[in-house]
């Protein structure tokens, strides 16, 4: 059980696009799922808490017109990193909380950005 | 401010040897920390967790972790390591059941 899935798991771009990475729970309802990004060979960075329902909190020096996050149900969160640049370049790590145990956070497998 | 430590960048080990991964956290009066690994290119898989009870916790593939409340510590050890536990290793906390707070992660690197 406590299974998140990600989607893409690895996608390209070019500069200037736009890109959306879903987020899944797939056998538990998720209240809040959070966005992390890693670089390479560094620990995760909270970018931002979404609550099913509402707005998402950004952490700071997050851009949220940038990092769109919407949480339209209890299973499905997605980012989207509007206006791709190089520098967004990065693995994207979603995690959700089971609405039962609220001080356990389930990873899904992660995204691959690359924007050329 | 709340912090998680993880003093050791890199751990090099050979096989079948003993580790210990080292875990500090700021102090605080109610807290719940977890061990995380992550192989390349994956996310984080949860290796174990401390909740309330017994201090001493332990995972399935032999992995443990000793919840030190007078030193604040929250140490990751396996009496004889595997090639297959190559791999970071991320110590977190949380505070108030809210955001996970990560250590910088430590690399296990088991040689044959």
């Known amino acids: 059980g406590a299974v998140v899935s990600q989607h893409p798991s690895w996608v390209i771009c070019k500069s200037g696009t736009s890109v959306k990475i879903e987020c899944r729970s797939l056998?538990?309802?998720?209240?809040?799922m959070f966005w992390y990004r890693q670089f390479p060979k560094q620990s995760l960075m909270l970018m931002a808490t979404?609550?099913?329902?509402?707005?998402?909190?950004?952490e700071q020096g997050v851009e949220k017109d940038k990092f769109l996050i919407n949480h339209a149900s209890l299973t499905l969160s997605t980012l989207t990193v509007t206006s791709a640049h190089p520098e967004d370049s990065s693995f994207y790590i979603c995690?959700?909380?089971?609405?039962?145990?609220?001080?356990?956070?389930?990873f899904g497998p992660g995204t691959r950005l690359t924007v050329t | 401010a709340q912090s998680v430590t993880q003093l050791d960048s890199q751990v090099p080990v050979f096989e079948e040897a003993p580790v210990e991964l080292r875990c500090n956290y700021s102090?605080?009066?109610?807290?719940?920390l977890f061990w995380y690994v992550q192989y390349p290119n994956q996310g984080l898989q949860l290796l174990l967790k401390?909740?309330?009870?017994?201090?001493l916790v332990e995972s399935i593939n032999g992995f443990e972790a000793e919840f030190n409340k007078s030193q604040t510590s929250f140490h990751l050890r396996k009496p004889s390591v595997h090639i297959s536990d190559t791999a970071e290793y991320f110590c977190?906390?949380?505070?108030?059941?809210?955001?996970?707070?990560f250590g910088t992660g430590t690399r296990l690197q088991v040689f044959p």
């Open positions: 995690s959700a909380r089971d609405r039962g145990r609220s001080y356990e956070q389930y």
């Open positions: 056998d538990f309802q998720a209240t809040t």
């Open positions: 979404s609550n099913e329902g509402s707005k998402a909190t950004y």
């Open positions: 102090s605080s009066v109610s807290v719940y």
């Open positions: 401390y909740l309330s009870g017994s201090t």
């Open positions: 977190a906390v949380t505070y108030n059941t809210d955001k996970l707070i």
